[in-house]
Nanobody, 122 residues
């Protein structure tokens, strides 16, 4: 059974940083992709960044370019989302999702983890 566990959310002031983690287990393939998505109150879920198990990165959201980075530690089956220079508009529940096609197709997420809330506020 594929399971994803997101963690690391919290409250931070504008301009601050947070690192989210997504621990994956039970993925039956060596090649897959993990994406980070977010959903702000009253808005639909949007893709943020995605990384394949081989390290290829896809940026879904132009608004995070230069501020957010994604990385993976295959030995720990964990994907990280490093967020810097956070803005109030980054406030959302962040989810990680597994794409077993390894294509980082924003519409092809097969499994979702529980969300972790990020609040950017002074």
């Amino acid at each position: 059974e594929v399971q994803l566990q997101a963690s690391g959310g919290g409250q931070v002031q504008p301009g601050g940083s947070l690192r989210l983690s997504c621990a994956a287990s039970g993925i039956p393939f060596d090649d897959y992709a993990i994406g980070w998505f977010r959903q702000a109150p009253g808005k639909s879920r949007e893709g943020v960044l995605c990384i394949t198990s081989s390290g290829l990165i896809t940026v879904y959201a132009d608004s995070v370019k230069g501020r957010f980075t994604i990385s993976n530690d295959n030995a720990k089956n964990t994907v990280y989302l490093q967020m810097t220079n956070l803005k109030s508009e980054d406030t959302a529940t962040y989810y990680c999702g597994a794409d077993l096609t390894a294509a980082c197709d924003v519409y092809a997420t097969d499994y979702w983890g529980e969300g972790t809330l990020v609040t950017v506020s002074s």
